[in-house]
């Protein structure tokens, strides 16, 4: 059974930084998608940034330059690097994966099939 559970969220100010964790348990896949999505209250979930087996990343535009997705492969570990935080990126974020490389380049929510429940971002200005 596959199990995601993020880790790191919390409250900081604008310019701010905070590191998400999600850890992976019960897959052993050769090919995979993982990924980082969030959402805001009264807004669809949004993908932030994607990073699939054969290392290749991709990022929304809105967090460019701010974000940085990484893996610990042998801990099974997805992060999430944020920085230079700003009030719009407030939102629940959520941890993803989906056993395939096929579709989750396009960075939407119905492509990947696994999700954790979420921890809290919120900055402040």
């Known amino acids: 059974q596959v199990q995601l559970v993020e880790s790191g969220g919390g409250s900081v100010q604008s310019g701010g930084s905070l590191r998400l964790s999600c850890a992976a348990s019960?897959?052993?896949?050769?090919?995979?998608?993982m990924g980082w999505f969030r959402q805001a209250p009264g807004k669809e979930r949004e993908g932030v940034a994607v990073?699939?087996?054969?290392?290749?990343?991709r990022y929304a535009d809105s967090v460019k330059g701010r974000f940085t997705i990484s893996q610990d492969n042998p801990k099974n570990t997805l992060f999430l690097q944020m920085d230079s935080l700003a009030p719009e990126d407030t939102g629940m974020y959520y941890c993803?994966?989906?056993?395939?490389?096929?579709?989750?380049?396009?960075?939407?929510?119905?492509?990947?099939?696994?999700w954790g429940q979420g921890t809290q971002v919120t900055v402040s200005s």
């Open positions: 019960g897959y052993s896949w050769s090919r995979y998608c």
């Open positions: 990073i699939i087996s054969d290392g290749r990343l």
């Open positions: 993803a994966a989906v056993p395939s490389t096929l579709s989750c380049w396009s960075l939407r929510s119905t492509d990947f099939r696994y």
